[in-house]
């Protein structure tokens, strides 16, 4: 079970529009619809913003927008905002017949310019 | 509002077990389709799932943690529980405890965990 791959770092000024990729594989996000990202700010708790590739939790501003092609999805913010830099991490849930298990990614920073 | 409530000590020596309870509130433990289990995140590193255990009592561990992990549910306190044996300071984390499905929509608010002599 390997983690999922994300850019260590981006960055944007405020209006921009950024992407954080993540890749894994066709064990776990190629092969299933079950991708998450969460948002983390220092000392807090993530934070869900998408969930099943691209669906959005009720609160959650329709700026962050979540995609899937092949092994890789991908998170994307509009109209950048100072309170959105954060930490993002991916996220996929796999299941087989032995095992449920969930995998994240390494996180990347999201540095507002 | 469900809500999750980490407890359990913030120092633990090395080579010992680490102990930690979740107690949640607002909603049963016992409720069907649910996963109850521990996330990680060593200083400036990021998550790590550690395990899971489903309302029917099923568990699924980390596979590079398995050997040396226990999630146990107490139903009738709400509550759900972690011990690692034989930590070390590559231990030293935040443990979440976390509501799961095929996504992770509530988490305690971590409580620091340090390994420690």
């Known amino acids: 079970q390997s983690a999922l791959t994300q850019p260590a770092s981006v960055s944007g000024s405020p209006g921009q529009s950024i992407t954080i990729s993540c890749t894994g594989t066709s064990s776990d996000v190629g092969g299933y619809n079950y991708v998450s990202w969460y948002q983390q700010h220092p000392g807090k708790a993530p934070k869900l913003m998408i969930y099943d590739v691209s669906n959005r939790p009720s609160g959650v501003s329709n700026r962050f927008s979540g995609s899937k092609s092949g092994n890789t999805a991908s998170l994307t913010i509009s109209g950048l905002q100072a309170e959105d830099e954060a930490d993002y991490y991916c996220s996929s849930y796999t299941s087989s017949s032995t095992l449920e298990h969930w995998v994240f990614g390494g996180g990347t920073k999201l540095t507002v310019l | 509002q469900l809500q999750l409530q980490e407890s359990g000590p913030g120092l633990v020596k090395p080579s010992e077990t680490l102990s930690l309870t979740c107690t949640v509130s607002?909603?049963?433990?016992?409720?069907?389709?649910?996963?109850w289990g521990w996330i990680r995140q060593p200083p400036g590193k990021g998550l790590e799932w550690i395990g899971s255990?489903?309302?029917?009592?099923?568990?699924y561990y980390n596979p590079s943690l398995k050997s040396r992990v226990t999630i146990s549910v107490d139903t009738s306190k709400n509550q759900f529980s972690l011990k690692l044996s034989s930590v070390t300071a590559a231990d030293t984390a935040v443990y979440y405890c976390a509501r799961l499905t095929t996504v992770i929509n509530y988490w305690g608010q971590g409580t620091l965990v340090t390994v420690s002599s």
């Open positions: 255990i489903y309302y029917s009592g099923s568990t």
């Open positions: 607002g909603g049963s433990i016992s409720s069907s389709s649910y996963y």
